[in-house]
């Protein structure tokens, strides 16, 4: 019941031709050629020239990168000292509160 079946290959029908047969050739020694001469390879990229504007730009490119990383640091490193800040005030407040019950008592 689980077992697959394979479709069967029909055999090929109508006129079949034979395989060519392959004439050899014979070579005929000729003048030899010359080593072809070693051309100096292209350069792969363009080489990029530096003009003072675009060497600008790229300082001031870069300067507001790094501006702009420091500032997003500087706010994720605030926000961890307040985080941190605020938790601490709730478990001192919370071990006041728990305390004075248990004077009460």
Do not use: N, W
Not at 29 to 46: D, E, F, K, L, T
Not at 52 to 79: E, K, N, R
Request: hydrophobic share 50%; glycine share 8%.
């Amino acid at each position: 019941m689980l077992r697959s079946k394979f479709p069967t290959m029909p055999q090929p029908t109508g006129l079949t031709t034979p395989p060519a047969v392959i004439q050899p050739t014979t070579i005929t020694p000729g003048a030899p050629v010359p080593p072809p001469i070693p051309v100096a390879p292209a350069p792969s990229r363009p080489v990029v020239q530096l003009t003072p504007g675009t060497a600008l730009a790229l300082v001031g490119g870069g300067t507001a990168v790094v501006l702009v990383v420091g500032a997003v640091l500087v706010s994720l490193f605030l926000a961890v000292a307040i985080t941190g800040a605020s938790v601490a005030v709730c478990a001192v407040v919370l071990r006041s509160l728990l305390a004075s019950d248990a004077k009460r008592r």
